[in-house]
């Protein structure tokens, strides 16, 4: 009986624990970026999932959560400023992508000049981090090519690095790959690997562009984006590679029909511009992509980042399916344990305070100061990303969004919360300034939330200064 009762207790148990399993599941919707969505491209490290994509301006910026889910409202933090590097590459960035090597992360994007027909300026470029995270801060290490060219990627097989690309030729944008002699060294030509040739990838103009690198069981796969992005009809397609030099077209068998398309019953139009990532777990291999809700969406900021699981065919090719809905509930990537963050608390670097809404007060006008951590609501902050590279940071007790008082310009100008006018003293830029710390940076002014005099006192004031570069001008914004 003894034995009986203990069995049936473990099944309990099992039965318990599987219900809560599956009522923890992680889940998520798309889009998992509504702003700035297009060319994704997500890396997963070190417990967190990495978010980049095209920003149509001067400047790169990372997302970063423990889940996919929270990619969706994960601050956004500029990493890079072309701007501020060099004039002759600072802008139009587009196609940015994140690659770990030899404990470096390297940032491979296409930029321009700030010129009013800036496309015929765009080249290749890398960036180093300085250390392993992949926020940075970042580098510039080398162009990758003389000439226009979008989109670089990379590849690592059998111990040898190439470089891939988009370039225009014999009237039509192709696939090109070279050698590389390390992560931000091209040692050699370029040589075309695949041009239009069907009819499904000359929709709107004759295009191969975004070559992505998808890799299992000893075979590589090239899926790239096919006809004008700034059509409905822009889908994936497929490389194999099936001979022996990857600079050879020879070595490279192309799919006769698309693999991943529109899908105008769940409204969802032009995906493509890819990438891959692997789960938590390292069990799946997940698709992200941008798309567009409607057919007469365009090639701009309107696409949105969208994540699915890739499943494997019998033979060994991946199979990406179609995509789904916006709003579909999907499943996460196996392995989440973490919880999707809510809202996050902002840390200062010296005094290990957190940026605080002084007494929990509601009002316009209330002061903000630093105060010993205690996880209450005037603690927390939700950062939301205002489209234009910005994010307003919005108190969670209050509602309320810090504000720089009278939009002054002056050095000791206080920081307080106000309701939220759309203005630019309320707008403000998250700049990775050292490994894991940022100075926030108001975009009226150009000056820094700073602790007054650097005390290390509770109720010290937070006020805005020129830019000093000392820890009392850093911050860390942790999930609350």
């Not at 070595?251 to 995906?271: E, L």
Request: a neutral charge.
């Amino acid at each position: 009986m003894a034995r009986r009762l203990l069995t049936l207790l473990a099944a309990l148990v099992l039965v318990l624990t599987l219900g809560q399993s599956t009522a923890n599941a992680a889940s998520f919707t798309n889009p998992v970026k509504a702003v700035k969505g297009a060319d994704p491209w997500i890396s997963y490290h070190d417990g967190n999932y990495y978010l980049v994509t095209t920003s149509w301006s001067d400047v790169i910026t990372l997302r970063k959560s423990p889940t996919l889910a929270g990619l969706s409202t994960a601050p956004s933090v500029q990493v890079w400023s072309g701007r501020a590097d060099n004039a002759a590459r600072c802008c139009n960035i587009w196609a940015p992508e994140l690659h770990y090597s030899g404990g470096k992360w390297y940032l491979y994007y296409v930029a321009g000049q700030d010129v009013t027909d800036y496309n015929p300026t765009q080249r290749s470029h890398v960036l180093e981090s300085t250390g392993s995270d992949p926020m940075g801060p970042y580098t510039y290490k080398n162009r990758l090519n003389s000439s226009w060219m979008l989109d670089p990627s990379v590849l690592n097989l059998n111990g040898k690095l190439y470089v891939l690309g988009s370039a225009s030729g014999g009237g039509t944008q192709n696939l090109v790959i070279a050698p590389m002699s390390n992560p931000y060294t091209v040692s050699g030509s370029y040589s075309t690997i695949s041009t239009p040739v069907h009819a499904w990838e000359k929709s709107g103009g004759a295009v191969n562009e975004g070559p992505e690198v998808l890799q299992r069981n000893g075979k590589t796969f090239l899926i790239y984006s096919a006809s004008g992005c700034w059509t409905p009809d822009y889908k994936l397609g497929q490389l194999t590679l099936t001979g022996s030099d990857p600079l050879s077209a020879a070595s490279w068998t192309k799919k006769s029909a698309p693999v991943f398309q529109r899908n105008d019953a769940a409204g969802v139009y032009g995906p493509g511009h890819n990438g891959f990532f692997t789960s938590p777990g390292g069990t799946e291999t997940w698709n992200v992509y941008h798309a567009n809700d409607s057919a007469s969406d365009g090639c701009d900021n309107g696409r949105t980042t969208r994540a699915q699981k890739v499943a494997w065919n019998a033979d060994g090719t991946p199979n990406l399916g179609t995509p789904v809905a916006p709003g579909t509930a999907l499943a996460g990537p196996a392995g989440e344990t973490a919880p999707t963050p809510s809202a996050y608390t902002i840390v200062n670097r010296s005094s290990g305070k957190c940026l605080d809404v002084a007494g929990g007060s509601s009002s316009d006008g209330a002061n903000v100061v630093q105060w010993a951590c205690s996880g209450g609501a005037n603690q927390k902050w939700r950062i939301e990303d205002q489209g234009d590279d910005t994010s307003r940071l919005v108190n969670v007790a209050s509602g309320k969004v810090l504000d720089t008082a009278d939009c002054s310009n002056a050095d000791g100008a206080d920081l307080r919360q106000w309701s939220w006018l759309n203005n630019t003293c309320q707008k403000f830029r998250l700049i990775t300034t050292a490994a894991g710390w940022v100075r926030i940076t108001n975009q009226a002014t150009g000056k820094v939330a700073d602790v007054a005099d650097c005390s290390p006192a509770d109720g010290a004031d937070v006020r805005q200064w020129s830019w000093l570069n000392n820890t009392c001008q850093q911050w860390q914004v942790k999930p609350a």
